[in-house]
């Protein structure tokens, strides 16, 4: 007769801060490993649950049948209550009893305790007793009989035990941090066979994380520059008006101002068009634009000078919309009749097939929808600042500061000094979070600084204020996004009409690329035979926005995938089902006719997801219990509605098209010292995700060096090539490749004697085809992947959303360091939740109506949800360890699974972000 | 008006003579060079200018240095000498809780004065004790697993 297995999963997991039980572990979750050597031996596998029930019972569905679930109601009373209702239901003549959080079993194990004949049998590895224990079922009534207050172990020891010798360290590991689970993954891929170094090259430490946490880390507010003078800018208060006249108070002895007539070449700020001043000139465009610095030995001076100057406009019609900025006789602030940028593309005959469905012959219906999504504002926690030097004697400029893009900021100084770009050395230092704000705007200050500092000939520290910060940079871009959609009578979209409107803000600054991006990403991960996508950047009296984390992409889905929840319910049809049908598969075509050449894992991505959080059930449930209350939802004292919802969604790598052969040109090298250490020279920035510490490891990794000989240093334009901007998830994809390939190199000349460096330039790949023009072919080189459920829970009164949950599953190729991965995934999720819900920010004439971190608010830790996430691996092969872009996927998936919830919970419609209680309110009025 | 102000910074006695409405920030960062401490917002709402006085604690931005005669202040840069911070430091790192850093010596204090009062808190109390200060880059997961790691291995000194 087979033994019985039973398996204690009753426990809460709150050390772990997620329900540890699930956390995917060489391919499968902790539970379902720590099953496994029972398979074979065992008759039945009795599975405690208690905590989280539903979860653990749909994440076991695959094993079954095999595999009972059942529930301990007692769970809370401890772990002897789970393995007395365990040891119940008992049928065999012996039986085991194992913790569900002790994956490192191997299956030899309970075959060996099986050998011994004994009441109770116990392995033993390196002197300690582990998991399972084996027990003679006549024990069971004395075992039911012992006091609740007992355990088992006290139990085991009081009646005696035999052991067996195991050899496996595996059987004293359980899982109760994140921490033990590397270490399990770790022992797990020993076992596997694979080498402890490759086993190792899952998580390393940061390498900077000891100076951050010591707060010695030099960020630019930190760092004297003897001599050093502050500025303080004095902006316009006025949407759109001319300057008259500027009054100055008077300026005391080494007080200076900087404006315009002290740019030396042209007062533009190159981004690609330079369309936007260093300082104002004649007219201003928007709040906040810089018109003058005030530079000076002592910064309370400075802020007092710099209050005192007057400044006397003379208003002009403004506009403040993108409605305005479309309406016929609008004043026109910039590009062609307010538009900064328009593009369309598309294929077959969207407007034919939209046209015949809506007309009803082919049983095919037609679906539209217009969602808006509103600004959002980086609060990189480290506000802008640079410090700009002026060397006299060699007649340079240096620029040191927080930056994302080294290069970026030198070309913009050679514009508007009108210098060899030689003649400027760009510096970053320790850079507090970007997230696209230090993209482009750095360029900005860094031609102000370098004026000043050339002026004064002292160095000019030029740092904004946060609340300065919050309103006159750049940020993400408001969108509004229309669809027309036709869908068969099968449940397939035939065709769609995508017109997407982007504010731009005052001048054109990166408006049209993220234009672009907004509109290939627009029809998501969907077939879509017939498509017709048109699109502007429109111009207004606003600070312009700008590069942000998903750079237009998570406007565009959150737009597609609510508009698919919208079709999907009309049609009657499960939002999962009506995916599925509808989702591109590999070799299908992308929005801009280019190919999926490689794996499309959206239907493995979302069954992990699936699975581990009881999605199915809760939808049905969730919808049920709100239809239940019917119209006294709104009732006080009623608890919170829950809703469940998930997004399909995906990420274009790196730049789009063929901007990194034509524009980009990446260059990078690695130069092998006399002592055998190796120097990463690239013009990439560490701000936060880790590159520091990646790119070491990929060198490392593919020279067979312990990380500590290989170092890479912050970048100085004056010891690195232009590795192109640290953008677009592309830095470990395209110059992390460039790495490994030079590594490659230089193992292979590694004999050579004296100093070695390795240069290598970016090659594109020929599959890679595209039409600039036209927008056809393949928009990114690859895409990453995730499927996203959140579960919510919202006050029927306040209507306040509480995230409960998150389930998120990725395919970001190899990655490259899974804890570093695991950061980005986290802090990219709370901030597209912190989009989706809190994060509002709005402007009323031309005003932003946030300026302040106490207006503006940002998910705290209270705020934060338990985070459940997981990767499949799937190398990539023109990627470095087979990595793809991963830092900006994160984000984008979020916040339309979150409205998806709040659909779900409020049985209403939303078509914007963010969902304040007020448009919610709304929303469930209408809905009512 | 400058006073005169002692209190015990670090452990040290020190005695400055400043405006008595000076910012305890700035007279840490400009005033003594103890730029551990950073200043995300001057309002009081990110925390990343934490320090701990009198045993709790404060956003020293909104600390007046008028207020702290007879005080004792506390800052990552004393701190980072004990013991408990090494603790810290090692569960930080295990955890991955550090990205850009510049939140990092504000949790770091906001911990210490956590674990200082909880030594062995649960998760929702350290969610609690954290909620004051602001990181925008890791989704506080790790964060609060460092804490809570710390809690456990580094039990007793607390
Ligand atoms: S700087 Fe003090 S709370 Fe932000
Ligand atoms: S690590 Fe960047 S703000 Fe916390």
């Known amino acids: 007769m087979k033994p019985d297995a039973v398996i204690l999963a009753a426990g809460l997991s709150s050390r772990a801060g997620a329900n540890k039980l699930l956390f995917p572990l060489g391919g499968r979750t902790v539970i379902e490993a720590s099953i496994e050597p029972f398979l074979s031996t065992c008759g039945r596998i009795i599975v405690v649950g208690g905590a989280r029930f539903e979860e653990l019972k749909s994440a076991l569905a695959r094993l079954s049948p095999g595999v009972e679930v059942v529930l301990n109601d007692d769970y809370l009373y401890g772990m002897f209550s789970s393995v007395k209702a365990g040891i119940r239901r008992v049928g065999s003549d012996r039986f085991f009893i194992h913790p569900g959080d002790c994956p490192l079993v191997p299956a030899s194990v309970p075959e060996r305790l099986l050998s011994v004949r004994a009441d109770i049998v116990l392995p033993v590895s390196g002197g300690r007793t582990g998991h399972p224990v084996l027990i003679d079922s006549r024990l069971i009534p004395e075992i039911l009989a012992t006091d609740a207050g007992s355990n088992l172990r006290a139990f085991i020891a009081s009646h005696g035990f035999e052991t067996v010798e195991v050899d496996s360290p595996g059987i004293l590991l359980d899982i109760d941090t994140r921490g033990d689970l590397e270490k399990a993954e770790r022992n797990l891929s020993r076992e596997q066979g694979r080498t402890v170094a490759d086993a190792l090259a899952r998580s390393v430490p940061k390498v900077d994380n000891p100076e951050k946490l010591s707060g010695r880390a030099g960020y630019i507010a930190d760092m004297p520059f003897p001599g050093m003078l502050h500025a303080k800018t004095v902006r316009s208060t006025r949407p759109r008006a001319r300057i008259l006249s500027i009054r100055l108070p008077e300026m005391p002895g080494g007080y200076f101002t900087v404006d315009r007539n002290d740019i030396p070449g042209r007062n533009r700020v190159h981004v690609i068009l330079d369309d936007q001043p260093v300082f104002a000139e004649e007219t201003v465009n928007y709040i906040g634009e810089p018109i003058m610095l005030v530079v000076g030995p002592s910064k309370a001076k400075v802020l007092e000078l710099a209050s005192a100057v007057r400044i006397e406009y003379g208003d002009l019609a403004a506009v403040f919309t993108v409605e305005e900025a479309e309406a016929s006789g609008a004043p026109i602030v910039g590009g062609e009749n307010n538009r900064f940028a328009e593009y369309r593309y598309g294929r077959g005959e969207a407007t034919r097939v939209i046209g015949e469905a809506a007309s009803g012959v082919s049983g095919s219906r037609v679906f539209a929808d217009e969602i808006s999504t509103g600004y959002q504002e980086h609060v990189y926690l480290e506000p802008q600042g640079l410090v700009g030097l002026y060397d006299r004697e060699r007649d340079r400029i240096e620029i040191h500061g927080s930056m994302q893009c080294p290069y970026y900021i030198r070309n913009a100084l050679a514009i508007a000094f009108g210098w060899e770009p030689g003649r400027f050395r760009v510096v970053q230092t320790c850079t507090g979070g970007g997230f696209g704000g230090k993209e482009e705007y750095p360029s900005l200050l860094a031609c102000q600084a370098a004026a000043a500092a050339y002026k004064t000939g002292k160095p000019v520290a030029l740092i904004l204020d946060r609340a300065e910060d919050i309103e006159c940079t750049t940020k993400r871009h408001p969108a509004r996004i229309g669809f027309r959609t036709a869908v068969d009578p099968e449940g397939r979209v035939t065709a769609m009409e995508v017109e997407v409107r982007l504010d731009a803000g005052a001048s054109l600054g990166l408006s049209g690329v993220v234009l672009q991006r907004t509109m290939f990403t627009a029809p998501g991960v969907y077939r879509v035979p017939n498509l017709a996508v048109h699109g502007v950047a429109l111009a207004t009296n606003s600070v312009p926005a700008g590069a942000f984390r998903g750079f237009g992409a998570p406007q565009a889905t959150m737009a597609i995938e609510i508009h698919m929840d919208h079709i999907a319910s009309s049609l009657g049809m499960s939002p999962l089902e009506f995916r599925k049908r509808n989702m591109a598969r590999k070799g299908d075509l992308t929005s801009t006719g280019g190919t999926y050449a490689f794996d499309v894992p959206l239907e493995a991505l979302a069954e992990r997801v699936i699975a581990s959080s009881g999605y199915r059930a809760k939808r049905v449930e969730y919808a049920s219990a709100c239809l239940a209350r019917g119209t006294t939802a709104a009732c006080n004292g009623l608890a919170p509605l829950r809703g469940i919802g998930m997004s399909f969604f995906l990420h274009g790598c790196g730049f789009t098209g063929s901007g990194e052969r034509d524009h980009i040109k990446a260059k990078v090298r690695l130069a092998r010292r006399e002592d055998g250490t190796v120097d990463i020279l690239a013009a990439n920035t560490d701000m936060g995700q880790g590159l520091l510490t990646t790119f070491r490891k990929i060198v490392a990794s593919a020279l067979g060096l312990p990380l500590e000989r290989v170092s890479f240093e912050k970048p100085d334009t004056d010891r690195v090539p232009d590795s192109g901007p640290t953008v677009a998830s592309r830095s470990i994809m395209i110059d992390g490749k460039l790495l490994e390939d030079a590594a490659i190199e230089l193992k292979s000349r590694w004999d050579e004697p004296g100093e070695i460096v390795v240069e290598r330039n970016y090659r594109h790949p020929d599959r890679i085809r595209w039409d600039d023009s036209s927008f056809i072919g393949d928009a990114y080189p690859t895409h990453s992947w995730g499927v996203n459920i959140v579960e919510v829970a919202v006050d029927p009164v306040s209507f306040e959303i509480t995230v409960t949950g998150v389930w998120a599953a990725y395919d970001v190729g190899h990655a490259v360091d899974e804890r570093i991965m695991r950061g980005q995934v986290e802090g990219g999720i709370l901030q597209g939740l912190g989009y989706a819900t809190i994060e509002v920010m709005e402007k009323s004439g031309g005003r932003l109506k946030q300026r302040t971190m106490t207006d503006y608010v940002i998910p705290t830790s209270l705020d934060a949800p338990p985070i459940e996430s997981s990767f499949i691996d799937n190398p990539y092969p023109d990627g470095p360890m087979g990595a793809k872009g991963a830092g900006e996927l994160p984000l984008v998936g979020a916040a339309p699974a979150l409205a998806s919830a709040v659909e779900n919970a409020l049985q209403a419609r939303v078509s914007r972000i963010p969902l304040t209680p007020e448009y919610l309110m709304k929303a469930v009025r209408h809905a009512g | ?158």
């Not at chain 2, 004790?129 to 997961?141: A, D, E, I, P, Q």
């Open chain 2, 1 to 158: 008006m400058p006073v005169d102000v002692s209190f015990v910074l670090n452990g040290k006695p020190v005695t400055v003579t400043a405006d008595p409405l000076e910012r305890l920030l700035d007279l840490l960062r400009v005033e003594l060079g103890l730029t551990g401490t950073k200043e995300g917002c001057g309002e009081g709402e990110c925390g990343a200018c934490a320090v701990i006085v009198d045993g709790e604690l404060a956003d020293s931005c909104l600390v007046a240095v008028g207020s702290l005669q007879g005080s004792t202040v506390e800052t990552i840069e004393g701190f980072r000498e004990t013991e408990r911070f090494r603790v810290l430091e090692k569960a930080y790192a295990d955890a991955g809780a550090v990205q850009c850093g510049f939140c990092t010596p504000g949790m770091i204090m906001a911990s210490e004065a956590l674990l200082r009062k909880n030594p062995r808190p649960d998760a929702e109390a350290v969610r609690e004790g954290l909620s004051g200060n602001l990181c925008r880059c890791t989704g506080y997961g790790m964060i609060v697993e460092a804490v809570l790691d710390a809690a456990e291995k580094g039990s007793g000194s607390w």
